[in-house]
């Protein structure tokens, strides 16, 4: 399976910065879709961000103008800034791979350890 390792969270104080790394070496990487989601302990993972070959992109409604993702594929990287973090944000964050299947996005199996990010008021 495809594998994907997180990094860059840590602890910020609302309004401050970081990015998040998403790190794969598969060849064919170019092509992937990639998407970045997050979960706070008892509820679900939602997307946060998606992004695909082609840069198209789209972000759930809560990080709009804040967040963006971004990939570098010579590096195989895919990247999430986050910027003006406000304590909602606080949540572990996955990366991974997104196949559309005609009818819908879906994810890939293999999920990493996330990457935890605190966002303290």
């Known amino acids: 399976q495809v594998q994907l390792v997180e990094s860059g969270g840590g602890l910020v104080q609302a309004g401050g910065s970081l990015r998040l790394s998403c790190a794969a070496s598969?060849?064919?990487?170019?092509?992937?879709?990639v998407g970045w989601y997050r979960q706070i302990p008892g509820k679900q993972r939602e997307l946060v961000a998606r992004?695909?070959?082609?840069?198209?992109?789209n972000y759930a409604d809560s990080v709009k103008g804040r967040f963006t993702i971004s990939r570098d594929n010579a590096k195989k990287t895919v990247y999430l800034q986050m910027n003006s973090l406000k304590p909602e944000d606080t949540a572990v964050y996955y990366c991974?791979?997104?196949?559309?299947?005609?009818?819908?996005?879906?994810?890939?199996?293999?999920w990493g350890q996330g990457t935890q990010v605190t966002v303290s008021s």
């Open positions: 992004i695909t070959s082609g840069s198209s992109t």
């Open positions: 991974n791979t997104n196949q559309w299947t005609g009818t819908t996005w879906r994810t890939g199996d293999y």
């Open positions: 598969r060849s064919g990487f170019s092509i992937l879709t």
